[in-house]
């Protein structure tokens, strides 16, 4: 959106959308990273942290304090109450979440420097690991 602010489109054939400014407050600017599970949808951002939306509004976990790093490069939903979240400076979290609360945050060892998906499922978080296709051991 050249103008700032987040649409979220409820019907996409028709192009029916929620416009949201970002002049709000609140709201997600400069997004680099998207995720979904059941009950809602993750934006990281690149400089203002991790954000959940949910039933019409969206929540700042940087805002709120439950969760301060504040430079996203990349979120992975891992079933409904489970995000993966990578930050700029390479740090790795695996957060646990209820809709309202984050329930814990564990921070990989900061050897960890590359983030690699197969099948759209995180399937390995090793320095420099090799990928592989399913099957091979």
Same mark, same amino acid.
Request: aromatic letters at 16%; one cysteine or more; glycine letters at 8%.
């Given at each position: 959106n050249p103008f700032g602010g987040v649409m %979220?489109? =409820? =019907? +996409?054939?028709?192009? !029916? &959308?929620?416009y949201f400014s970002d002049s709000q407050?609140? %709201?997600? !600017? =400069?997004v680099v990273a +998207? $995720? !979904?599970n059941e009950n809602a949808v993750f934006f990281g951002s690149s400089l203002d942290g991790l954000f959940k939306y949910?039933? #019409?509004n969206f929540t700042s976990y940087?805002?709120?304090?439950q969760f301060k790093e504040a430079k +996203?490069?990349? +979120? !992975?939903? /891992? #079933?409904n109450d489970q995000l993966i979240v990578a930050t700029e400076f390479s740090k /790795? &979290? %695996? *957060? #646990?979440?209820?809709?309202?609360?984050? *329930?814990? $945050?564990?921070?990989?060892?900061?050897t960890i420097r590359k983030w690699y998906f197969y099948d759209d499922q995180a399937c390995c978080l090793t320095p420099d690991p090799k990928p592989h296709k399913k099957g091979d051991d």
């Open positions: %979220i489109f =409820d =019907d +996409i054939k028709s192009l !029916k &959308y929620s407050g609140n %709201i997600p !600017k =400069d +998207i $995720s !979904k949910e039933k #019409g940087l805002q709120n304090n +996203i490069r990349m +979120i !992975k939903c /891992v #079933g /790795v &979290y %695996i *957060l #646990g979440f209820t809709s309202f609360f984050l *329930l814990f $945050s564990y921070c990989f060892p900061e």
